[in-house]
């Protein structure tokens, strides 16, 4: 089998986008320059989809033996780049069974178990991944009905841990019976932050207040929006390091993540700023000040993608008879866990139990960027007693949402089954980025069910070992123990 190492050495992952793939595109008309401006309504045109077809067959494809054997014995000859299958087949369901023949009598080693049949390789092409040879099944469980902002919502979850979804639904159960949960989006904008270099500090300092100049910002928006009739940017923001300039862009992207649509914005203006700074050198398109699936500070502390707090107050019975301990222990609970331990462990965003479980699960299921999960699952979650001791106030607050309803995986088969089932699939009709902003809210609202659950096991369980221990109840707590297992 021939690898492609041409292919590996262009490739460049989402989060640092080849600038080859940035070039504008759609000029726009729009001067708006609020912060935080309304979308234009979509215009009707030619929306890109993945299912774009099946690929053309490129000329050589008539020197392609008709023989799939034949085409096999090419591939694992070396004679045919296994990458191109797809191009000099015209056909990606064929490629992919006979590189994945071809795969395995190079390696020797089978694939049985990893289905081929059942999917349809034509909507990933080019959009979502490449050679493939099959693909990996994971279940998808349902929670709820998570009661929210007075809708109710069945929260798909794609899962290989047990107890997670059992665990998030009887967090949706406890919510529900006490009312439902609320939540506010304070913040809609997804950063990137490109790295320049200019020839001394002097220079990069003039343009750090050209573009912080809010003189400037009509100019510098009007260039960046023409990426995308849904990009609007929101902030231009620099940092500086010697003679470097980190910019990190801020801008809303309507239903997309928007890292396509921010990048295509962000390169728009380095071309434009080269007119005024000739001098400056752009290092990377990406300057890690973005900061794209990587833990870091500026995220926590400023956002990315959809800020979201989440809030519901849990009765009293409700928090003894279905989540099986009380409002006391929860909160003694949650400072000594969620607010003092991981503050003794250095935490960066991580002031809860397991959000990243349920954002990791809503999110494969979904079809958004699973490595996001590192900064979507920033999260602190605080439990008070209200209502003179009776009931539980919790909330997460979650600064880093970082969720799209089209574009990238969303718009394959399984993943918007998952999105039309929660109401909120593909582009919103009457309010661009409409959808998106509720797919946050539905996270939130299920990280904070999952909060609620795991930490109420916990609960239990210490309350049930305290009792063991001073030998005030002989009852069988290994339940409890089982349910608190995967903190
Ligand atoms: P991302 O920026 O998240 O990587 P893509 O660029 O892959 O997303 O997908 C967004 C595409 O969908 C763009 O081409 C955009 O014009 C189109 N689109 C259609 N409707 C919307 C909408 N309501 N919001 C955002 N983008 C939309």
Known sequence: LSFSFSLIQQWIPAADPPKSQLS????????????????????????????????????????????????????????????SLESKLGDCKRAASIRREALQRVTGRSLTGLP??????????????????????????????????????????????????ASTNRGCKAIHLSGGANSVLLKDGMTRAPVVRLPNIERAAQLKFYLEDPHNFDTVSMVF??????????SARCTMSGRSVYIRFCCSTG?????????????????????????????????????????????????RGKSVVCEAVIKGD??????????????????????VGSAMAGALGGFNAH??????????????????????????????????????????????????TVGGGTQLASQSACLNLLGVKGAHKETPGANARRLAT???????????????????????????????????VTTHAAAAASS
């Open 442 to 476: 539905i996270v939130a609202g299920s990280v904070l069910a999952g909060e609620l659950s795991l930490m109420s096991a916990l609960a239990a369980g210490q309350l049930v070992k305290s009792h063991m221990k001073y030998n005030r109840s002989s009852k069988d």
């Open 116 to 165: 081929l049949d059942g999917f349809d390789y034509d909507s990933i092409l080019g959009q979502c991944c490449e050679m493939p040879v099959g693909y990996v099944q994971i279940p998808v469980g349902i929670a709820g009905p998570l009661l929210l902002d007075g809708s109710e919502y069945s929260v798909p979850m794609a899962t290989t841990e047990g107890c997670l979804v």
């Open 24 to 83: 504008s595109s759609s000029p726009s008309t729009t001067t708006t320059t609020m912060a935080l401006p309304p979308p234009p309504p979509p215009p009707p045109t030619t929306r890109k989809t993945a299912t774009a077809g099946p690929p053309t067959p490129s000329r050589s494809q008539e020197l392609l033996p008709q023989d799939d054997e034949e085409v096999v014995q090419s591939v694992v000859s070396g004679a045919l780049p296994s990458y």
């Open 225 to 234: 929006n023409k990426s995308s009739r849904f990009a609007r940017l929101q």
């Open 355 to 404: 959000a990243s479980n349920i954002v990791s699960a809503v999110y494969l299921a979904t079809g958004q960027d699973p490595a996001q999960n590192v900064e979507s699952s920033h999260c602190i979650t605080l439990m008070e007693s209200t209502n003179e001791g009776q009931d539980l106030h919790v909330s997460v607050t979650m600064p880093c949402i970082e969720v799209g």
């Open 318 to 339: 409700v928090v003894k008879k279905v989540l099986k301990t009380s409002v006391k222990s929860l909160v003694e609970l949650n400072k000594d866990k969620n607010l």
């Open 255 to 303: 239903d997309a993540m928007g890292m396509n649509m921010v990048s295509k914005g962000v390169q728009n203006v380095l071309d434009f700023l080269q007119a005024d700074f000739p001098d400056m050198d752009v290092i990377a398109i990406s300057g890690n000040l973005c900061s794209d699936k990587k833990p870091a500070a500026v995220n926590w502390i400023e956002g």
